[in-house]
């Protein structure tokens, strides 16, 4: 069952940080028509669409990346307080009254929605260039999939972690700098140190 869930890490961590280089291309081609812009005053025809275009592409296929490094907004004021099992629970609630419904619907409503678009071979209507944006439309339903099989594997951990009173090991590339100080806090707790103490000398 680990390997399976790493597995799925893996896959949106791969998706996630391939979109990402999406970053680069948006940055040449917003400067790209700045300076065509305002130093050789012809604009483009595209940098909007090019902007939107980009920038939605990274937003919707980073989702499943974020969900399985638990990066999205969580109102966990009293969440952070409650035991694993507790933590675990309430979310495997919300997981399959409101993640998995939302998901499912994306996916059905996203395919219908990117068919259309793909059989019209759908151009923007906001610049004389025509764009094609089918190809954006057509990521809709993708992102919903990658997200169904990330929420398929916090699913699972939830169930781990209820049986087993602990939450199961993750993919980690990138870490809360509060999580590092509450970290090094317990180790310094488990040497017997305090963290008054830790910094002086002998």
Same mark, same amino acid.
């Given at each position: 069952?680990?390997?399976?869930?790493?597995?799925?890490?893996?896959?949106?961590?791969?998706?996630?940080?391939?979109?990402?280089?999406? &970053?680069?291309?948006?940055?040449?081609?917003?400067?790209?028509?700045?300076?065509?812009?305002?130093?050789?005053?012809?604009?483009?025809?595209?940098?909007?669409?090019?902007?939107? &275009?980009?920038?939605?592409?990274?937003?919707?296929?980073?989702?499943?990346?974020?969900?399985?490094?638990?990066?999205?907004?969580?109102?966990?004021?009293?969440?952070?307080?409650?035991?694993?099992?507790?933590?675990?629970?309430?979310?495997?609630?919300?997981?399959?009254?409101?993640?998995?419904?939302?998901?499912?619907?994306?996916?059905?409503?996203?395919?219908?929605?990117?068919?259309?678009?793909?059989?019209?071979? !759908?151009?923007? &209507?906001?610049?004389?260039?025509?764009?094609? &944006?089918?190809?954006?439309?057509?990521?809709?339903?993708?992102?919903?999939?990658?997200?169904?099989?990330?929420?398929?594997?916090?699913?699972?951990?939830?169930?781990?972690?209820?049986?087993?009173?602990?939450?199961?090991?993750?993919?980690?590339?990138? !870490?809360?700098?509060?999580?590092?100080?509450?970290? !090094?806090?317990?180790?310094?707790?488990?040497?017997?140190?305090?963290?008054?103490?830790?910094?002086?000398?002998?």
């Amino acid at each position: 069952m680990k390997n399976f869930l790493f597995f799925i890490d893996s896959l949106s961590t791969w998706v996630g940080k391939s979109f990402a280089w999406l &970053i680069m291309v948006l940055t040449l081609g917003v400067s790209y028509e700045v300076l065509v812009r305002y130093a050789f005053r012809a604009p483009t025809t595209w940098a909007f669409d090019f902007s939107y &275009i980009n920038y939605g592409a990274m937003f919707l296929m980073a989702g499943a990346y974020t969900l399985s490094r638990g990066g999205h907004v969580r109102a966990d004021v009293l969440y952070r307080f409650f035991s694993p099992r507790k933590q675990a629970s309430l979310d495997l609630v919300l997981y399959i009254i409101f993640f998995l419904p939302a998901v499912i619907a994306l996916i059905y409503s996203g395919w219908n929605y990117a068919a259309t678009s793909i059989r019209f071979k !759908e151009v923007s &209507i906001f610049s004389p260039a025509g764009i094609p &944006i089918f190809p954006l439309k057509a990521l809709i339903p993708a992102t919903g999939v990658f997200l169904l099989l990330q929420g398929i594997a916090e699913i699972i951990r939830c169930i781990i972690c209820i049986r087993e009173g602990s939450w199961p090991q993750r993919l980690h590339d990138v !870490e809360e700098t509060e999580s590092i100080v509450i970290r !090094e806090l317990q180790h310094q707790e488990q040497q017997g140190q305090t963290p008054q103490n830790s910094g002086r000398g002998a």
